[in-house]
C-alpha cells in the first residue's frame, strides 16, 4: 500500500515522500479502514522530527486520526453477528498512528460514526482533537456549568475546540491568539473574550474578566505563571503542550494559597481500554451536540495525499487556523 513515509532525519517537510509499505496486519478485535482522509496534527511535526517517537507497538507511519471505509473486520468468537459495524460503513477514529496510509488496522472500540450531516474530510479532523480536548477540559479539568475556560493558541486545532466543546458545555471561554486575524477566527468560534498575547498583557485582561476556573494550555514557557495568576480559587491548569519550554519556574506557595490543582495528560500512551472508554463517552457526550450543529469543524485546508510535504509546513507556518487535512 502507499504510505507517506520520511527519508533522512525528518526536520524538513521535504524530508516526507510517498512509499510502499505492507498492509498492517489485522489482529484479532481490529478493523481495517480504507483511508479517505487523514487529519494533521501537531504531533505528527514532533514526530516527523524525532522529537514524539510512537509508544512501543505503534504504527511507525504518521497519522493520528482518520476517516474513510471499513475494508476488512477481524472479530474473535464470542462475538455475535451484530457487533454494529459492517465491511463498506463509514466511520472514523483515533488511531495509534499509521493514519498517513492508504489502509490502517484500528481497535474496534475505537470506532466512531461519521456524524450526520459531516463530509469524511470534516470527520477525520474530529478524533484526536476532540478526545484531547474533552478528556483535558471535562475530566481532569472537572469543567462545570458556568465557569470560566483560558485556553491559548484559540487558532490551533485544540484551541479551537476548547472554544467549541467549552461554550458547547455551558461554559464562558476567553482565548488568546497571537494576530488579528487569529483573534478574529477565535472570536468567530464563539469565544466570549479574545486577547491578542502579542500586543496585550492577558493576565490583565483575563483577571478583569473575573478570572479562570480551568486553564487549558499548550504554550508553557512564561506562560505557565502568568496562568496561575490569572486562576481564580480551586482552579485548574491542565497542560498539554508546550509551544514555549516545558521547563518553568515555579513557587509552590502559589498552588496552596488558590488551592490549585496542576494537572496534565497524553492521549496516545493511553491504553485501548481507556481510549475505547473516552471514545464511546465522546460518543454519547459530543457526537450528538456535533449533529445538533452545537459544535462545527475547523477543517482550514484540505492537501492532496502526495503534498503531505506542503501541509506540513503550512503547519509549521503557523498560518493555518483550525485543522488541516490530508485526501487520499
Ligand atoms: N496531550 C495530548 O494528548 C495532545 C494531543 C494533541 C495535541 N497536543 C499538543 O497540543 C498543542 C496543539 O496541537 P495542535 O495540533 O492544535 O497544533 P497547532 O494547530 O499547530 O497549534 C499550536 C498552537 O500553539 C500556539 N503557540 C505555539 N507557540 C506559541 C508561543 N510561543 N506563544 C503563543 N502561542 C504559541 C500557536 O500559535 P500560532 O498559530 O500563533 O503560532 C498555535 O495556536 C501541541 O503542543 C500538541 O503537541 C497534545
Redesign the pocket.
Known amino acids: 500500500m502507499k504510505a507517506i513515509l520520511i527519508s533522512g532525519d525528518g526536520q524538513n517537510p521535504s524530508d516526507l515522500y510517498v512509499g510502499e509499505t505492507p498492509r498492517p496486519d489485522l489482529a484479532p478485535g481490529h478493523v481495517l479502514i480504507r483511508t479517505r482522509f487523514a487529519g494533521v496534527?501537531?504531533?505528527d511535526i514532533?514526530q516527523r522530527r524525532g522529537v514524539y517517537p510512537p509508544p512501543p507497538g505503534a504504527s511507525p507511519i504518521l497519522g493520528l486520526e482518520v476517516s474513510g471505509i471499513i475494508d476488512a473486520i477481524n472479530l474473535p468468537e464470542p462475538y455475535g453477528d451484530d457487533i454494529g459495524w459492517a465491511v463498506g460503513d463509514e466511520v472514523c477514529a483515533l488511531v495509534n498512528g499509521g493514519g498517513y496510509a492508504e489502509f490502517v488496522a484500528v481497535d474496534i472500540r475505537h470506532l466512531l460514526p461519521v456524524p450526520k450531516g459531516l463530509s469524511l474530510a470534516q470527520a477525520a479532523s474530529l478524533p484526536?482533537t476532540v478526545l484531547?480536548v474533552y478528556a483535558n477540559l471535562m475530566e481532569h479539568g472537572s469543567l462545570q456549568v458556568g465557569e470560566t475556560v483560558l485556553v491559548?493558541?484559540g487558532?490551533?486545532?485544540?484551541?479551537a475546540m476548547t472554544i467549541l466543546l467549552g461554550k458547547a458545555f455551558g461554559a464562558r471561554v476567553i482565548a488568546t491568539?497571537?494576530g488579528a486575524a487569529?483573534c478574529a477566527f477565535a472570536r468567530d468560534l464563539g469565544a466570549d473574550l479574545v486577547i491578542d498575547?502579542d500586543a496585550e498583557d492577558f493576565v490583565a485582561a483575563v483577571k478583569a474578566a473575573g478570572g479562570a476556573d480551568v486553564v487549558l494550555d499548550?504554550?508553557a514557557?512564561d506562560f505557565f505563571g502568568k496562568n496561575l495568576a490569572c486562576l481564580n480559587m480551586r482552579g485548574r491548569i491542565v497542560q498539554?503542550?508546550?509551544?514555549?519550554e516545558s521547563t518553568v519556574e515555579l513557587d509552590l506557595r502559589r498552588i496552596i494559597a488558590k488551592f490549585a490543582i496542576l494537572t496534565g495528560?497524553?492521549?496516545?500512551p493511553r491504553s485501548p481500554d481507556e481510549k475505547a472508554r473516552l471514545t464511546a463517552k465522546v460518543h454519547e457526550r459530543v457526537w450528538p451536540l456535533i449533529e445538533d450543529g452545537k459544535i462545527r469543524t475547523v477543517v482550514d485546508r484540505t492537501f492532496d495525499f502526495a503534498d503531505a510535504p506542503a501541509a506540513h509546513a503550512y503547519?509549521d507556518s503557523?498560518a493555518?487556523t483550525g485543522k488541516v487535512v490530508l485526501k487520499l
Open positions: 496534527n501537531r504531533p514532533l484526536e484531547t491559548h493558541g487558532n490551533s486545532g485544540i484551541g491568539a497571537r487569529k498575547s499548550i504554550v514557557g498539554v503542550g508546550f509551544g514555549k495528560s497524553m492521549l496516545r503547519m503557523g493555518h
